[in-house]
């Protein structure tokens, strides 16, 4: 192909390139790439805060409290056996068996169980275990999802405290 004798002009199929219209379509393309930028932000920013407590800076601060927390249950020596959740008709039932470092069952705990979502807000719930058998104790939960949780346990005795966490995936039970 002859470009010389070509009626073909690629700078003139839209008409002639002039500075108006080069402006006209810089504006167009990054009002695009800023309309498209500022969407996915927005997304970003109204589904989660990616704050999990309300005093995260004090708890940083604890942490060494925290630590020595750790090492006192360490010393205590108390052992749980956590059961996975049960689900059966909405309700998710938990359990938990806890011993002394000699296996001895541990009476008249308090216990406090949450179950934590850890990929929404609101749906969190607590509830405090009840005492079945030497040792067992026992709690039911509404939840109002299927998924993974997180379940924190926390008991209190005359000996101490102790904490655990754990995931768990709950579902329905055929």
Known sequence: ??????????TLRFG???????LVGMILAFGVIFAVNGFFIFK??????????????????????DLAAMEAQRALGWKAELSDPVTMGGVTHFAARFADRDGVP???????????????????????MREVAPGRYEA?????????????IAAQGAGGKYAEE?????????
């Open 44 to 65: 970003a920013l109204s589904t989660f805060d990616g704050i999990e407590i309300d005093d995260a800076y004090q708890r940083g601060r604890a942490y060494n409290k």
């Open 16 to 22: 002639k390139m002039t500075g108006r219209r080069f």
């Open 166 to 174: 754990m995931r768990a995936f709950v579902k329905q039970a055929n």
């Open 1 to 10: 192909m002859n470009v010389e004798n070509s009626d073909y002009h690629p």
């Open 140 to 152: 039911d939960f509404k939840l109002a999802h299927e998924g993974n949780w997180i379940v924190r």
């Open 106 to 128: 541990l009476q008249g705990l308090k216990i406090k169980v949450t179950f934590w979502r850890p990929v929404s807000t609101g749906d969190d719930r607590s509830e405090a």
